[in-house]
């Protein structure tokens, strides 16, 4: 591969889609992130794309490379081994404009399934310590790590139809579930107990293989179902 | 969501593929299972017209739609167990493990199954 790619971006002006093709010179180490700032930069000021941290923290900039959806920022240019990359929105979210897709459904369903701590004992007067064992915090810890950033959204078959929670939502409900100083779990069970809630995965498991933070939702998805299905069963028979 | 979306293959890996595959084979069993039925009422209209039915399909003419249609079965009855396993909240870790292990036992199946029909269908 020479020191030359050729960037694929699939853009949309708020009427119709099309492909649009920039050489971009690469050095080792470039990220993808990097190559569409070049574009920005010397052929193209008007190509939309979305980014801050630029260091897999944020979760903005994630955007499907190469027909996989990946962190923009992480990705190195030369580890992709194409001298074609191909850039395209997210699916499963409605596109504002070029890379850019509309985070606000996604970021509803993350609020509709109350990813804080809920406890009955809060006071805030006299704020008292809530302990916790290494055990117990490592039953949540590794979803604790999710940025967000909508890539195991895009590629979940069930979340083609919009009322799906999907699993990013599912996981932060399962994370706060697994807390010991929560008290909130009744709640949530029947917050994804729903049509839209757990029982609409099909378990394809995209989202594990796609999560940049590899924090394995469908884990968290199989889980919650676990015991969304023991609570079912539970307040029917009234125990 | 166009309906196009419904047989869209999500994403690059064996999971979404293996997904995929699950759909569409369940979209065949189906219309396999209301040409069975077709077949059964059939039986209203006597015993020769099932008959003449049965001679046409249960020959070595449609002996390769038989064999891909046990293939089908067979993929989606060994993938709907390892899906069942892990919906039950197991072994999802093993899950590539268990997704490769489906795989041959599809075809093992499909094999010995094939076989079989093969030679009942020509009678060897």
Same mark, same amino acid.
Request: net charge positive.
């Given at each position: ?239 | ?14 999971? =979404? ?6 759909? /569409?084979?369940?979209?065949? +069993? *189906? ?5 069975? $039925?077709? &077949? ?36 989606? =009855? ?6 069942? /396993?892990?919906?039950?909240? +197991? *072994? ?5 493990? $268990?997704? &490769? ?24």
């Amino acid at each position: 591969m020479g020191s030359e790619v050729t960037f694929r971006i699939k853009r949309f002006d708020g009427e119709k889609s099309y492909w649009q093709t920039f050489k971009v010179p690469v050095y080792r180490g470039m990220t993808v992130l990097e190559g569409l700032y070049y574009i920005k930069e010397n052929y193209d000021g008007t190509l939309a794309f979305r980014a801050s941290c630029r260091m897999s923290v944020c979760g903005s900039c994630a955007i499907k490379i190469n027909g996989k959806p990946r962190l923009a920022c992480e990705t190195q240019i030369l580890s992709l081994g194409s001298s074609n990359i191909d850039i395209e929105p997210l699916d499963n979210f409605k596109v504002i404009k070029d890379l850019i897709t509309d985070f606000e459904g996604f970021f509803k369903k993350h609020e509709h399934v109350k990813p804080y701590i809920i406890r009955k004992d809060d006071n805030y007067e006299n704020p008292t310590e809530i302990l916790q064992t290494p055990e117990q915090l490592y039953a949540y810890y590794d979803f604790t790590l999710c940025i967000k950033c909508g890539a195991c959204y895009s590629v979940c078959p069930a979340a083609a139809r919009e009322d799906y929670l999907g699993p990013a939502a599912i996981t932060a409900a399962y994370r706060f579930n697994a807390d010991s100083r929560d008290g909130g779990s009744e709640i949530r069970y029947a917050l994804v107990c729903g049509d839209n809630g757990v029982w609409r995965c099909h378990f394809a498991a995209e989202c594990s293989e796609v999560c940049p933070k590899q924090i394995d939702p469908a884990k968290a998805v199989q889980k919650m179902r676990v015991k969304a299905a023991l609570h079912t069963i539970k307040s029917i028979f009234g125990w | 969501m166009s309906w196009t979306n419904w047989f869209r293959i999500s994403g690059k890996s064996l999971f =979404g593929i293996a997904f995929s595959l699950h759909r /569409l084979t369940g979209v065949v +069993l *189906a219309i396999y299972l209301c040409m069975h $039925l077709t &077949y059964l009422t059939s039986l209203k209209f006597g015993k020769e017209f099932y008959e003449s039915l049965i001679k046409t399909t249960v020959s070595p003419t449609f002996l390769v739609f038989d064999i891909l249609l046990i293939l089908a079965g067979v993929y989606h =009855g060994v993938n709907g167990l390892r899906l069942i /396993l892990h919906e039950f909240g +197991l *072994a999802y870790e093993s899950r590539r493990t $268990l997704l &490769y292990a489906a795989f041959v036992l599809t075809l093992v199946l499909w094999f010995v199954a094939s076989y079989q029909m093969y030679r009942f269908v020509m009678g060897v």
